[in-house]
């Protein structure tokens, strides 16, 4: 088997994992409003771009962000429900030449920013580091996407297929992503958090 569908392989055990943990997992009408809201926001923000790539993407107006509140504020399962949700919606308008390539570029990359709270959310410090983890992650997803589907564009800037991928998607995800987790660390998400989980009794 070709090594790098390996890689891809692995892309995917995010999702079985998030798959095994909803299993009787139950969201409360209130954490169902806030998700919709922010995935909702998280579709805008992508619209909303600075930097145009000649083939497609770019850096954008933090759509990670609201995904990485949701981490932060709820658990993974609500965050990566978030994130599944933003993917979905950005189907709309997207580019799709696989159906496996459909998966590691518009849903399982805004899924693992869902779990930006794996290191805690009561020190900036903690929050910023769970942040770029999950930034890191979402971006490899991109690059072996990149490698697997994308790799002719890499011959007309006389690069390899990895480099070309790293590049790209490392200067566009990786930057939006990296500004998110800067803006993410400078919230009171302690405060957000505390006000988001009162009343949260009535399950859906």
């Not at 580019?95 to 849903?107: A, G, M, S």
């Not at 490698?147 to 490392?170: E, Q, R």
Request: with cysteine; charged share 10%; glycine share 10%.
């Amino acid at each position: 088997m070709n090594i790098n569908y390996i890689f891809v392989i692995i892309c995917f055990i995010p999702l079985v994992l998030y798959l095994i943990k909803l299993r009787g997992f139950k969201l409360t009408v209130k954490k169902m409003v806030v998700i919709a809201m922010f995935s909702g926001l998280s579709f805008i923000l992508g619209k909303i771009t600075f930097i145009q790539y000649p083939q497609g993407g770019g850096i954008s107006l933090l759509p990670s962000l609201p995904i990485l509140l949701i981490g932060l504020i709820y658990s993974p399962v609500e965050g990566m429900t978030a994130g599944l949700i933003a993917g979905v919606l950005s189907l709309f308008g997207g580019y799709i030449i696989h159906p496996i390539q459909l998966f590691l570029d518009y849903i399982i990359p805004p899924m693992i920013l869902g779990v930006s709270g794996i290191l805690g959310s009561n020190s900036r410090k903690k929050i910023f580091l769970g942040c770029l983890i999950v930034v890191f992650l979402k971006c490899w997803v991109h690059v072996i996407s990149g490698v697997v589907y994308f790799s002719a564009y890499a011959k007309g800037f006389n690069m390899g297929p990895w480099l070309y991928s790293i590049i790209y998607n490392f200067s566009s995800e990786g930057v939006e992503g990296l500004l998110s987790s800067i803006v993410a660390t400078i919230l009171p998400i302690e405060k957000i958090k505390k006000e988001a989980n009162k009343n949260n009794q009535i399950s859906a």
